[in-house]
């Protein structure tokens, strides 16, 4: 529903009143909010109730009349604060968003854009109106889609059609219709019925001469408790409004203020409704409790029927649709996923620049308060991260559910790029299950220069991020090793064992592997709860010797020993903290929580095939190859940066001992084993309360709380069978590829060491004695990641730090 400006009488200058009008055309047509104060002659300094204004909010939201209002009616109040936060699990309300079923259109051709405007020609608004009218008489989603390219045409803001679509047309309708949805939940939950209660009230506006200069809408007014009352699906209150709010305070005393989110309020919004209590207070001479805050978690779900042919549908971890060339697009088709994980990584900004004005711009339209939490900059895609699949099966696909953190500060810091994170989970996805398990390692050795990688495995991203991986631990370990930046470098310095006077270096092997992943498999799915990595280190020779360098070639195993054992304690811990939360890893996890659900793909295939059945050991990673901006990387450039940083060093430090000093440089990656820990119903419900909720509610709503922390959960999954997806349009259905019947083998087997005899190099190589992930806590193992050997089995074999010593100075 469109909303129109109304222009106020005493506007008197030409040019205002000429804005005006071509102000409130642009909101007709371009479905833009509804604008809540119109530009005056002077501020607004007084505030009255307009006559008139509100209906009974029970009669308003579907409800009978109530002959009177209940005495539980209202909200509570928190006896020791001004909020009150309702610790009850998060509860769904639902509105319609029928314009998110067109989200496959495409930009309009030529002949699209003749007939979009061949109604009315040269009337932009008529034109609307008049495809609207068919639209509607003949419900063909054709006719409906003319109507939403004559909108786009009718813009005037020069957007490209997905622009204005996602952030202009759906963006309207959201408005419109999720407040609504918001409102009835909550006048149903706490009862604002009986003639107590009105809905949609309207404060006027005055100038200092007694011109109406604006409106402040409230969502709801109690006539007895005289309390004006706020609803913000986002728990975000704007400037403007809190403004507004003040002048109403100091106009009509007998009045106080309610807010209601359906989200956890930030730091700053709980600030802003404190800050108003202090200047409310000080207006009514230190009177308490005039205004408040109520926080009862919601999530909003959106009604939208898929209609074939006009509906996107992403290619992300859906398998039907992984069997063409990479440069297949998604769009209006019949294969692929759907759900607010999609539309959320669709809508981001590419870039930081683009992040901004994003959030600049859906802040300024966002009147209100619908957005989810952050806008579209509030989702960290760094640490996005496959958290749950399920739903497998053949001709079923896959659902799948994604965790992430929220921006801390998405007005000025939004987040961006979920895209570009979406795919490389999906490809990491796909690549573990076509690639055999010999095949994934990497390998950074100066002794074994032609052997960096598989070269299959070396053209997909999943490889790339393993190999970069590994040099970027390189790094970390070189500036974690300084004895001027951490306590415990300088124990392993002081401590190790010396050759004349001068403390040997650690030439030690290293590799990241996992801690003991927590999952649950439970309804057909699994949840990965925690999937931490750890450094593990083993001393090893290495012949490649720098000239000019200085070795301790003479060490007894106690000494090496020794060395790797201080390693262990005193500096891998700095790298190891790096690695499980630092951003230059986050790829890293992402892969690797993907490694874990590809495992679980594979035995659940093993047992009865799935979608995913001819994926499977293909050998054939090409839908998967390297994206852009990343087409052009190759092993080879790695490996020659890596030697370039043993020639050249990477962090330069002063060793003194012995009375001399020393200038000290320094210059892999391995899964190939998975341990268990047992999680049992009882510990996964203690520990992960409403998980199992919030991941099935992440597939509907784009802001799905997990209690009140402040994570997110955003989901999708298939929309052809099963999801009431509409047959209209023309749909060219992409057919499911055939299955043999014959299962693929229970599970992968340890990856042996790049280039040996097939037999394990211990320690980092050996498969978990159990052969799988964790148990459910029943008698019976899961038998999540048999083997998780295959799993990312980066660094096989030889990856190892090398350290070396330049001679500076000699003092005497």
Avoid at 210 to 217: A, H, I, P, Q, Y
Avoid at 231 to 259: E, G
Wanted: aromatic share 8%.
């Amino acid at each position: 529903m469109n909303h129109t400006l109304r222009i106020p009488s005493r506007w008197r200058l030409a040019a205002r009143f000429t804005a005006a009008v071509g102000l409130a055309a642009a909101v007709t047509v371009t479905g833009l909010p509804a604008v809540e104060t119109a530009q005056a002659a002077g501020p607004p300094v007084t505030a009255k109730m307009k006559p008139g204004s509100g209906k009974r909010c029970d009669t308003r939201n579907g409800l009978p009349a109530a002959d009177k209002t209940p005495a539980n009616s209202g909200f509570p109040d928190d006896p020791a604060g001004m909020i009150h936060k309702d610790r009850a699990l998060p509860k769904n309300f639902e509105f319609d968003l029928p314009g998110q079923a067109y989200d496959g259109l495409t930009t309009p051709t030529a002949a699209e854009k003749t007939k979009a405007l061949s109604q009315v020609p040269g009337d932009p608004t008529k034109n609307v109106a008049a495809w609207k009218k068919i639209a509607d008489a003949s419900g063909k989603p054709a006719d409906r889609a003319m109507e939403i390219y004559a909108r786009y045409f009718a813009n005037k803001e020069n957007l490209t059609f997905k622009h204005w679509f996602d952030k202009r047309y759906i963006r309207n309708q959201v408005n419109n219709h999720k407040g609504s949805g918001y409102e009835r939940q909550l006048v149903r939950d706490y009862k604002l019925i009986g003639p107590d209660w009105l809905c949609e009230v309207t404060v006027e506006l005055f100038d200092k001469d007694g011109n109406k200069v604006g409106e402040r809408r409230y969502d709801a007014y109690n006539k007895v408790k005289k309390e004006f009352n706020e609803f913000k699906s986002n728990s975000k209150l704007t400037t403007k409004q809190l403004a507004n709010d003040r002048i109403v305070a100091r106009s009509m005393p007998d009045n106080t203020f309610r807010y209601t989110g359906a989200k956890k309020f930030t730091s700053g919004q709980a600030k802003h409704i404190a800050d108003l209590e202090k200047d409310v207070r000080e207006m009514r001479n230190g009177k308490t409790g005039q205004v408040r805050g109520n926080q009862r978690m919601y999530n909003p779900v959106p009604k939208t029927t898929p209609i074939r042919g006009y509906s996107d549908h992403q290619r992300w971890f859906a398998p039907a649709c992984q069997t063409g060339p990479q440069q297949l697009a998604a769009g209006a088709n019949t294969c692929g996923t759907r759900g607010p994980a999609n539309e959320r990584a669709l809508s981001s900004g590419k870039s930081p620049e683009e992040a901004k004005r994003f959030q600049r711009d859906a802040n300024r339209l966002d009147t209100r308060g619908t957005l989810p939490r952050g806008g579209p900059g509030g989702v960290d895609f760094t640490t996005l991260e496959l958290r749950y699949v399920g739903g497998l099966g053949k001709g079923k696909g896959m659902s799948y559910s994604m965790k992430a953190d929220q921006m801390p500060d998405p007005d000025n810091n939004p987040g961006f790029g979920g895209e570009v994170r979406m795919q490389l989970s999906s490809d990491a996805l796909f690549t573990w299950l076509a690639l055999t398990p010999e095949k994934f390692w990497v390998n950074l050795n100066p002794d074994e220069p032609d052997r960096v990688m598989d070269a299959k495995f070396g053209k997909t991203d999943a490889g790339r991020v393993l190999l970069e991986a590994d040099l970027e631990m390189k790094h970390d370990f070189s500036e974690a090793v300084n004895p001027d930046k951490h306590p415990g470098a300088k124990r392993y310095w002081d401590t190790a064992p010396r050759r004349d006077g001068i403390p040997c270096f650690p030439g030690v092997r290293m590799w990241i592997e996992p801690k003991p992943t927590q999952v649950r498999e439970e309804d057909g799915g699994i949840y990965i709860l925690d999937a931490p990595l750890k450094v593990s280190t083993q001393w090893l020779d290495v012949e490649h010797t720098e000239p000019g360098s200085t070795e301790c070639k003479d060490l007894s195993d106690a000494e090496k020993k020794a060395i790797e054992q201080s390693i262990a304690t005193n500096v891998m811990p700095v790298v190891e903290e790096r690695i499980n939360t630092d951003r230059d890893y986050a790829d890293l996890r992402a892969v690797y929580t993907a490694r874990v659900a590809a495992e679980y793909i594979r035995q659940q295939d093993a047992k009865t095939p799935t979608d995913f059945h001819k994926i499977i050991n293909s050998d054939d990673a090409t839908p998967w190859s390297l994206r852009a901006p990343h087409q052009d990387w190759t092993r080879e450039q790695v490996w020659n940066r890596y030697m370039d940083s043993i020639k050249k060093g990477i962090e330069w430090f002063e060793l003194e001992y012995g009375g001399k000093v020393y200038n000290q440089g320094v210059g892999g990656v391995d899964f190939s084993k998975q341990p268990k820990r047992n999680i049992s119903k009882a510990q996964f419900n203690t520990e992960n309360r409403d998980l199992d909720n919030t991941t099935t509610n992440s597939r509907k709503s784009d802001d799905a709380s997990y209690r009140d922390l402040d994570t997110l959960y955003l989901g999708a999954g298939p929309a052809g069978s099963g999801s009431d997806e509409d047959p209209g349009g023309d749909p060219t259905p992409t057919p499911t590829p055939s299955d043999t019947g014959k299962p693929t083998d229970p599970s992968s087997s340890p990856a042996p060491d790049p280039g040996d005899d097939g037999t394990p190099t211990p320690p980092g190589n050996k498969p978990d004695p159990d052969g799988d992930l964790a148990d459910t806590g029943s008698d019976t193992p899961v038998g999540l990641i048999a083997g998780i050997a295959a799993a990312l089995a980066a660094a096989g074999g030889t990856l190892m730090w090398w350290m070396r010593r330049r001679r500076a100075t000699a003092q005497e």
